[in-house]
Every structure is written in structure tokens, then in C-alpha cells.
């Protein structure tokens, strides 16, 4: 890295299905909460992600219940996602009371195409 470089902020990129799960909690958040609170509370959503984009390798601590993908808690929610060589694919936002391991065996090969047509776009 040359004298005035930065380093480059962590990236993560949202499937569409990782979009469609935060549209939904913003809109059940705003419905049950209000605005302000629904708004704090995606981008607290957001901040975990960007966490997760930072230091990947923490999502390994609950990958037994998200193999083979990486899982890290955010409020009320984890985050799913997997490395792609420009950050992390958040693959999806899941509330904690939800059968993560039955989900992701659902979604896997989903997911893994997703993922595959990320690490393509390099």
C-alpha cells in the first residue's frame, strides 16, 4: 500500500433475497413500532453487516447451525452469508427464533448459486 492510500471499507453485498428479508423487517418493525424505531432499527441490521464485511471470519463461531455458509447475530436477527471475493453475500436475515439449520438446508442450493454468480462478477 503506497504512502496515501486507504484501505479499501469491507464490502457486503445483499442478495435479492437478503433485500427482501430487510424490506419485510422494516415493514413489520414500522407497523408494530413506528418509523424511528423501525429506522434504527435496519440500520443496526446494516451495521452488524458491515461488522460481519469487516471481520468475516467471526461468523464461523455459529457456522455449525449455518454450514456451510457464515452466521452472525444482529439484534433480534442473524445474518447469513458467505465469502465472494469482493466482501461477504449476506444471503439472508433471519429472526433468532426461526430453525436456522432447516432453512438454510432448504435454501442451500439457492444460496449457492447466488453465490457462485457473485464470485463470477469479478
Not at 428479508?21 to 440500520?43: K, N
Not at 442473524?78 to 430453525?99: E, K, M, N, W
Amino acid at each position: 500500500m503506497a504512502g496515501n492510500d486507504v484501505p479499501s471499507p469491507a464490502t457486503f453485498l445483499l442478495t435479492r433475497n437478503a433485500a427482501l428479508d430487510l424490506r419485510r423487517i422494516h415493514t413489520r418493525s414500522r407497523r408494530e413500532w413506528g418509523q424511528d424505531v423501525a429506522d434504527q432499527y435496519l440500520a443496526d441490521l446494516y451495521a452488524a453487516m458491515g461488522v460481519a464485511a469487516a471481520n468475516p471470519e467471526q461468523g464461523r463461531l455459529r457456522q455449525h447451525r449455518s454450514a456451510p455458509f457464515l452466521m452472525v447475530p444482529a439484534r433480534q436477527h442473524f445474518v447469513i452469508y458467505d465469502l465472494v471475493p469482493q466482501g461477504v453475500a449476506v444471503l439472508t436475515v433471519q429472526h433468532q427464533v426461526r430453525d436456522i439449520e432447516t432453512l438454510i438446508a432448504q435454501l442451500t442450493p439457492a444460496f449457492v448459486t447466488e453465490v457462485e454468480r457473485l464470485k463470477r462478477k469479478v
